[in-house]
Nanobody
Framework: VQLQASGGGLVQAGGSLRLSCAAS????????VGWFRQAPGKEREFVAA????????YYSDSLKGRFTISRDNAKNTAYLRIDSLKPEDTAVYYC?????????????????WGQGTQVTVSS
């Protein structure tokens, strides 16, 4: 599985962004796709995950509300929409894929990673 993240950029606080994670290669029926982020000087943080086959979603408790994960099976693409952006959302956002619907919040459980896309929120 190869993942390509895109959609980041410089936005003003209060704006919205939709990040994309295009997947290719292999079968995705048993794959879960997760989004993580890493701000400068901070540890990588789980944001959300989606089950590719069923569309089940799971969010970080601390980030729930402004983030929406979705997927388009026909396009083999997962999305992460971020609303009401805050300066503290500034980070590199990564998508990742793993088999099964468990251990979603732990980055080391994911075997496939995209290259990351930078999100910068100005105040």
């Amino acid at each position: 599985v190869q993942l390509q993240a895109s959609g980041g950029g410089l936005v003003q606080a209060g704006g919205s962004l939709r990040l994309s994670c295009a997947a290719s290669g292999g079968s995705f029926n048993s794959v879960s796709v997760g989004w993580f982020r890493q701000a400068p000087g901070k540890e990588r943080e789980f944001v959300a995950a989606i089950n590719w086959r069923d569309g089940y979603t799971y969010y970080s408790d601390s980030l729930k509300g402004r983030f929406t994960i979705s997927r388009d099976n026909a396009k083999n693409t997962a999305y992460l929409r971020i609303d009401s952006l805050k300066p503290e959302d500034t980070a590199v956002y990564y998508c990742a894929a793993k088999s099964g619907w468990y251990g979603l919040t732990i980055g080391s459980n994911y075997g496939y990673w995209g290259q990351g896309t930078q999100v910068t929120v100005s105040s």
